[in-house]
């Protein structure tokens, strides 16, 4: 049975094996490696290794102080069903750079109750989301 493991080690996530489960996504079909490679620099990342190989990914775009995004969580196909984006989320939220921001904020279409059950919830109406594309 493989060991299963989740690093913030950028240097141990292997970009391509990335970009491979990226690829497989509705909003990073088109990433470039290089766009990939730079996102993970710039961020706070997390894999999940499987023995060493990547079958996970989350980034975490924040100043480690008032705000964090999290973006680009995905799972091998292969590996789901086992508990591990729970188990990556429970890693995120406790991570010790993540606490006591202002706004820890995601964008998701599928994936509501996964969210909710680490606190969470659908945005107040009081703010508009806007984008610059």
């Not at 299963?4 to 489960?21: C, E, K, M, P, Q």
């Not at 290794?49 to 680009?72: I, K, M, Q």
Request: glycine content about 6%; aromatic content about 8%; overall charge negative.
């Amino acid at each position: 049975m493989p060991s299963i493991s989740i690093t913030t080690d950028s240097s141990r996530i292997d970009v391509d094996a990335a970009l491979a489960l990226l690829r497989q996504t509705y909003w990073a079909r088109e990433m470039s490696r290089e766009t990939l490679a730079k996102a993970i620099e710039h961020s706070l990342c997390f894999g999940i290794l499987s023995d060493d190989a990547l079958v996970g990914l989350a980034r975490v775009v924040t100043d480690r102080s008032t705000f964090a995004y999290l973006t680009d969580v995905v799972i091998a196909p292969s590996m789901r069903g086992q508990g591990l984006a729970h188990r990556l989320m429970d890693e995120i939220v406790r991570h010790p750079e993540l606490q006591g921001l202002r706004r820890f904020a995601l964008l998701t279409s599928d994936a509501m109750k996964l969210y909710e059950d680490f606190g969470f919830s659908v945005g107040s109406g009081a703010v508009t989301y806007m984008e610059r594309c």
